[in-house]
């Protein structure tokens, strides 16, 4: 089965301070995601990469940043966190087209 | 521009009767098709998926899904539904991104299901 980890359930930080999330997958999969939900507007795309070192902003990139340095390992950073950033932040991994997403983190910035 | 749309935000049921959720996409081409579940706190969880081929799909936990291209709908179906089925549904359409073959996923804002006893 295909796993995907992120590093944290439950996040609480602080306006201005830099925020990592991390995001693992074990599956050899060229294909990584960062989606944030909200409700009533479902997921949307923040930033994604098919390749190492390579990223691709997606629908709402602002406010963030991504880095990828090895093949399994995507990792979201809000450089200076903002209160509309608080939300689930969901990853995932896909081969091609299909996504196989991780347990998702609440972050909530005070 | 690619799109998804659920037309129902929430749905209640009662145990042991029949669920339609429905979907609606705009896409140019012929689409992939997803519908994903996220219990709450949780991740999404791929139930089922249209590529192409047979237009009635078959998916996990008993729901099948039917993709019309006239009505350009993927409506998803369970004949009975159980108490553990109450949670969030996410239909979803895969736009390839430029030539390379690259696809991401398009979601629609989700149907929460809710299920009485």
């Known amino acids: 089965d295909v796993k995907v980890t992120q590093s944290s359930r439950y996040l609480v930080k602080r306006t201005g301070e830099k925020v990592f999330l991390e995001c693992v997958q074990d599956m050899d999969h060229e294909n990584m995601f960062w989606y944030r939900q909200d409700p009533g507007l479902g997921l949307r795309l923040i930033y994604f990469?098919?390749?190492?070192?390579?990223?691709e902003k997606g629908d709402i990139p602002e406010g963030y940043s991504v880095s990828r340095e090895k093949k399994e390992r995507f990792s979201l950073i809000l450089e200076s966190a903002s209160t509309n950033q608080t939300s689930m932040y969901l990853c995932?991994?896909?081969?091609?087209?299909?996504?196989?997403f991780g347990p998702g983190t609440r972050l909530t910035v005070l | 521009a690619q799109s998804v749309t659920q037309p129902d935000i929430h749905i209640t049921v009662s145990e042991g009767a029949s669920l339609e959720l429905r979907c609606n996409y705009s896409?140019?081409?012929?689409?992939?098709l997803f519908w994903y579940v996220q219990s709450p706190g949780q991740g999404l969880q791929l139930l089922l998926k249209?590529?192409?081929?047979?237009?009635l799909v078959q998916g996990i936990k008993g729901f099948e899904a039917e993709f019309k291209r006239s009505q350009s709908s993927f409506n998803l179906r369970k004949p009975s539904v159980h108490w553990s089925d109450a949670a969030e549904y996410f239909c979803a359409v895969g736009a390839l991104m430029f030539s390379g073959g690259y696809n991401k996923l398009i979601f629609g804002a989700g149907t929460r299901l809710a299920v009485h006893p």
């Open positions: 896409y140019g081409a012929t689409p992939y």
């Open positions: 990469s098919y390749d190492v070192k390579m990223k």
């Open positions: 249209y590529f192409s081929g047979d237009t």
């Open positions: 995932a991994s896909s081969p091609r087209v299909e996504q196989f």
